[in-house]
Nanobody, 121 residues
Framework: QVRLVESGGGLVQAGGSLRLSCVASGTIFSINAMGWYRQAPGKQRDLVALITSGGSRNTADAVKGRFTISRDNAKTTVYLQMNSLKPEDTAVYYC???????????????WGQGTQVTVSS
């Protein structure tokens, strides 16, 4: 089995910072990409940022220049440094990973449970 466990969410004032972490554990052969999506109440789940196993990054325009995605050397933990937070960043942030459990398995997408980020004005 695979688990993605997020941490680091919370309540912060506008202009503040938070750092989210997500640890992937379980039966994992390889991770192609890890990243973050977010979903505000009544809205669809949108991409925030992704980082591939090769280190390529894809960051949503809405957060470029404010959010930075990174990972640890073992490539099983992904971080999202969020600076200059705005009230519109308020959402549940979900960790996502595209990975293989075994060498001959297909690549599947796994999701964490989500962590709430609330930015007050």
């Amino acid at each position: 089995q695979v688990r993605l466990v997020e941490s680091g969410g919370g309540l912060v004032q506008a202009g503040g910072s938070l750092r989210l972490s997500c640890v992937a554990s379980g039966t994992i052969f390889s991770i192609n990409a890890m990243g973050w999506y977010r979903q505000a109440p009544g809205k669809q789940r949108d991409l925030v940022a992704l980082i591939t196993s090769g280190g390529s990054r894809n960051t949503a325009d809405a957060v470029k220049g404010r959010f930075t995605i990174s990972r640890d050397n073992a490539k099983t933990t992904v971080y999202l440094q969020m600076n200059s937070l705005k009230p519109e960043d308020t959402a549940v942030y979900y960790c996502v990973a595209d990975l293989k459990m075994g060498r001959w398995d297909t690549t599947n997408t796994y999701w964490g449970q989500g962590t709430q980020v609330t930015v007050s004005s």
